[in-house]
């Protein structure tokens, strides 16, 4: 029997590319690749040659202590495993499962780079974290001793969370402010099911919770509860509120109906997966299913849009981008993923308006070709004359990326400073900002950028938070 599941698991992995949008197969993959997964985890980590210069750990934000783990995995002592891996990050289960491994420790595998093909890291630091919560090796939050200093957190997504485990571990009162209903940022609400499940979110919501962290949600700070009155509550703030300003298509026809913004389109179909009533979802105007779909840009959130249309049911998903795909800023694999589940994507195009009016009905595309690099060494792309034509479409999604809100001017804190690109200015190791006690980490500062870069910062500010408390009050008011 056993041997029978594995030749069927055989045949499945060496068939899913060619069948992962079929989702009665993906579920039986699922299935079996569970029943195996301690096997294919071994069999992954035992593939580390331990090769002594290991630029995997180097290359990942938190400096895991990838062969080490590997080892241990290998040799079957899985409890240690996880104990090595969940020391430097706060939320191994996420990372495992959304860290773009091609771009950072698996990308830097030396396996990989002998043309081996790499270890899979982050499946393996998946299945040691899923496993350690399945057996009860998840610690609890239960601080040694409980300290009178508050610190106030603004932000609930993986920055914020990660200082919330380390300040509430150290005893520290933590209230985490979010203006969503649902705490974990772009965890929860941007981030696809298929590729996070809400319920592993949810799972260290809960522990945080119960481990003492208070929640505040549905609370705007700016417009609910001012920054000020935030700050006078808390002997210290952290600020990680991300960055979500929409960068729109200026287009003639860009605000015709069906011409939509990605985060509102993914937020949508992420709360309807909550059973949230969500009235968009139900007339269709968020929905993909039945439409012919066009998604605008290259990066992961595009990706994660047309993976998103394809399971609703569109008719056909189209990504445009103006460069080619060996330009795109969007990891390899996604590409490779959304082109496996059917995702048609051209090339060295680009919007120049929309069609149908109202109602839009399609997108009037412009060629481009690659010209000369920039001063960033990046080739521009540039129109090429007379080659436009009109590409149909019932629903357009705009992912061109995001910048941060005026967060000083919103909030009334002219004082707290920022850079041109209005990202907060922090300093790079203790993440200070100009104010006294106010410290910031997440996309707020970096722009946006990635779940494991967040949990790096909100760990770092929340040991920076630590030192700033154990200072007599003369010295940190200086
Ligand atoms: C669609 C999408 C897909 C992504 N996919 C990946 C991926 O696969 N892998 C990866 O590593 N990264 C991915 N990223 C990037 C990643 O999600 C972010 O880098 C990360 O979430 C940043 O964490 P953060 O804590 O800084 O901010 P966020 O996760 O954005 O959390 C900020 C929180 O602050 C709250 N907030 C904002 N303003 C206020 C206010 N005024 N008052 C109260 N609360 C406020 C927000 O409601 C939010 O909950 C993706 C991003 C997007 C948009
Ligand atoms: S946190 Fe991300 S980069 Fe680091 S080992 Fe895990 S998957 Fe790789």
């Known amino acids: 029997m056993a041997g029978q599941k594995m030749l069927k698991f055989v045949t499945l992995h060496k068939e899913m590319p060619q069948k992962r ?9 699922d299935e079996i690749y569970r029943e195996f997964a301690a096997e294919k985890a071994a069999e992954q980590a035992s593939r580390c040659s331990q090769c002594g210069v290991p630029y995997c750990q180097s290359h990942c ?13 290998a040799e079957g002592r899985l409890e240690e495993a996880y104990d090595l891996s969940q020391a430097t990050n706060t939320f ?3 990372c495992g499962r959304i860290c773009p491994q091609d771009r950072l420790c698996e990308g830097n595998c030396v396996i990989e780079n002998s043309g081996h093909g790499t270890v899979t890291i982050g499946s393996v630091e998946k299945y040691l974290t899923d ?48 203006r969503y ?19 592993v979110v949810m799972q260290r919501i809960e522990q945080l919770e119960l481990g003492g962290v208070q929640f505040v949600l549905n609370c705007k700070v700016g417009e609910d509860l001012s920054f000020d009155a935030i700050r006078g509550q808390h002997d210290a703030i952290l600020i990680a509120t991300g960055v979500y300003k929409a960068r729109d298509i200026e287009a003639p026809g860009v605000g015709a109906k069906g011409v939509v913004r990605a985060l509102d389109y993914l937020t949508a179909s992420n709360r309807k997966s909550f059973g949230d009533e969500v009235p968009e979802f139900d007339s269709g105007e968020l929905n993909a299913t ?76 412009q060629k481009m070709r690659l010209g000369a690099p920039d001063a960033s060494g990046r080739q521009s792309p540039e129109v090429i004359e007379g080659a436009d034509y009109i590409e149909p479409a019932d629903l357009v999604v705009q992912a061109l990326g995001f910048e941060p809100e005026a967060v000083p001017s919103l909030w009334g804190v002219p004082d707290l400073a920022v850079t041109r690109w209005g990202t907060i200015k922090a300093d790079f190791r203790s993440h200070a900002t100009n104010l006294d006690g106010v410290y910031a980490a997440g996309d707020i500062v970096r722009g946006a950028s990635l779940v494991v870069w967040a949990i790096r910062d909100g760990r770092e500010a929340a040991d920076s938070i630590l030192t700033y408390l154990a200072q007599p009050a003369s010295v940190a008011a200086e």
């Open 92 to 94: 191994p289960e996420i």
């Open 21 to 29: 949008s079929a989702d009665l197969r993906a579920q039986d993959f």
């Open 181 to 199: 209903d649902r705490a974990g940022g772009l965890l929860t609400y941007g981030i696809p099911g298929f590729k996070l499940e809400k319920p």
């Open 290 to 365: 039945g439409k012919r779909v066009v998604v605008i840009g290259g990066g992961d959130t595009a990706m994660d849009c047309v993976r998103t249309a394809i399971r609703q049911g569109a008719v056909s998903v189209k990504c445009l981008y103006r460069r080619d795909k060996a330009n795109m800023p969007g990891s390899q694999r996604e590409v490779q993923n959304a082109e496996e589940e059917g995702v048609d994507f051209v090339w060295l195009s680009a919007p120049k308006g929309f069609t149908g009016g109202e109602v839009v009905d399609g997108v009037m595309v």
């Open 61 to 73: 934000p938190l400096h895991n202590n990838i062969p080490d783990w590997l080892r241990l995995t």
């Open 131 to 178: 496993k350690a919560w399945e057996m009860g090796w998840v610690k609890s939050i239960k601080p040694r001793n409980e300290r009178t200093e508050s610190v106030g957190i603004i932000g609930a997504g993986p920055g914020g969370l990660a200082a919330a485990d380390v300040l509430r571990r150290a005893g520290v009162q933590v209230t985490v402010y979010d």
